[in-house]
């Protein structure tokens, strides 16, 4: 099938697998983008996303205090949210974003991964993060790397693959470089 040489065949999660709090838990942000649809017709995290990356500093400096993770499903759509955890004693209480600057406040909360974007059988067809870097603190780019221990990183994805899917950032006026990581 052409899907999955562009993406990667959809596949489990490999390394951890699923944790427990993976399966019942899903991050607050996250947002879904049809195969079909073009990312540059959504407007929301898009615009919010072109923003940071033109210098807007309160944009800049919220998208630069989280990683964003995204996958594609098996049915090549677009997955993405902001990194967050669930605390185990607190039942269905709000996710929080995991602080790049701040790690220590999320201290004995449980990380949501790549796996809490997925529903069971929680099947993805490559993953990793998207980080705004910055050029001089005014005009920055995106960074997308393969950087999921579950569905990127010795997992078999290509270059190739990740370039397919900066492409789906690039046609929504994102600058996007890529950051693949071999083994």
């Known amino acids: 099938m052409e899907i999955d040489l562009?993406?990667?065949?959809?596949r489990p999660p490999a390394g951890s697998g699923?944790?427990?709090w993976e399966t019942s838990r899903h991050p607050s942000s996250m947002l879904t983008y049809a195969a079909s649809s073009a990312l540059s017709k959504s407007g929301d995290l898009m615009s919010f996303m072109r923003?940071?990356?033109e210098g807007c500093l309160v944009t800049g400096y919220l998208l630069d205090s989280v990683k964003l993770l995204w996958i594609i499903d098996e049915n090549a759509d677009l997955r993405?949210?902001?990194?967050?955890?669930?605390?185990?004693?607190?039942?269905?209480e709000p996710t929080i974003p995991i602080l790049i600057?701040?790690?220590?406040?999320?201290?004995d909360w449980q990380k949501l991964g790549h796996p809490s974007l997925l529903t069971p059988p929680h099947l993805g067809r490559i993953g990793g993060e998207l980080i705004l870097r910055s050029?001089?603190?005014v005009t920055g780019y995106w960074e997308l790397n393969n950087s999921s221990g579950r569905y990127g990183l010795n997992c078999g994805r290509t270059p190739?693959?990740?370039?397919?899917c900066?492409?789906?950032f690039r046609e929504a006026g994102l600058r996007i470089d890529t950051d693949f990581q071999g083994v």
Do not use: F, M, W
């Not at 562009?6 to 959809?10: N, P, T």
């Not at 600057?101 to 201290?107: K, T, V, W």
């Not at 190739?160 to 397919?164: E, G, N």
């Open 6 to 10: 562009i993406y990667g065949v959809a």
């Open 18 to 20: 699923v944790r427990s």
């Open 51 to 53: 923003t940071a990356q």
């Open 80 to 92: 993405l949210a902001v990194e967050e955890a669930c605390h185990p004693a607190k039942g269905d």
């Open 101 to 107: 600057r701040n790690r220590a406040g999320s201290r």
């Open 135 to 137: 050029s001089a603190g």
């Open 160 to 164: 190739s693959q990740l370039d397919a």
């Open 166 to 168: 900066a492409a789906l």
